[in-house]
């Protein structure tokens, strides 16, 4: 079945410690986009990425870097720079012929303790 | 300033009654896209509808509705007879043709449908 997955759907790390979100998918889509969403709010844009070996920031960059080596792929690095790394991150991506509808993976919440 | 507001931050409703999500925009774009996502408790977003700003018809899927008024700048949701599996996090989002199609959401209304 064609889908965007993100692994895994909980994580757990300790403050200070870098820790990479996975996201694929096997859609064939060009763009893709890293969100994080926090209790009560809306959506906030990390990144994206509209073609293989580039990205641009989002509204809310600081904090975390990506990699867009592969068309497929799209892993988020949330680094010990984040001062508030707890909250749940969506993966999305959008094909070239609709490239303004984003279609999201299920998430992962991370918990840095 | 908000770019998407929807104003309704938590609705609660019995089962089988009709129910309104509200949601007004703001943009200065001739060309832009609406959308409508839900968030059920899973919490993947599921893509339910997108419009842009040339086709203000109505549209209607199945208990779904939608109403587009560019005079007021807003992108109404509807549920009627609605069911308990209705319950989740309706967001309403924007994305415009000079900001490289980036969406903006808005906050998101929970919607509760009580048995």
């Known amino acids: 079945d064609g889908g965007i997955t993100q692994s895994p759907k909980y994580l757990f790390r300790k403050e200070g410690q870098n820790v990479t979100l996975s996201c694929e998918q096997n859609?064939?889509?060009?763009?893709m986009y890293w969100y994080r969403q926090d209790p009560g709010q809306g959506l906030r844009l990390i990144y994206y990425?509209?073609?293989?070996?580039?990205?641009q920031k989002g509204d809310i960059a600081e904090g975390y870097s990506v990699s867009r080596e592969k068309k497929e792929s799209f892993p988020l690095t949330v680094t010990s720079a984040q001062k508030n790394p707890t909250a749940f991150y969506l993966c999305a991506s959008s094909p070239p012929a609709f490239a303004d509808t984003q279609y999201f993976g299920p998430g992962t919440r991370l918990t840095v303790l | 300033a908000q770019k998407v507001t929807q104003a309704q931050t938590e609705i609660s409703v019995v089962e089988k009654e009709d129910v309104t999500l509200d949601c007004v925009y703001e943009t200065r774009d001739t060309t832009y896209y609406l959308f409508w996502y839900k968030q059920p408790p899973s919490g993947e977003l599921v893509f339910l509808i997108r419009?842009?700003?040339?086709?203000?018809q109505n549209e209607i899927s199945g208990r779904y509705s939608w109403n587009f008024q560019k005079s007021t700048s807003s992108f109404n949701f509807t549920i009627t007879a609605s069911q308990v599996v209705d319950s989740a996090v309706y967001f309403c989002?924007?994305?415009?043709?000079?900001?490289?199609?980036?969406?903006?959401f808005g906050k998101g209304t929970r919607l509760h449908i009580l048995p």
């Open positions: 989002a924007l994305s415009e043709a000079s900001r490289d199609d980036k969406i903006i």
């Open positions: 859609l064939n889509h060009d763009a």
């Open positions: 419009r842009n700003s040339f086709d203000e």
């Open positions: 990425s509209q073609i293989v070996n580039d990205f």
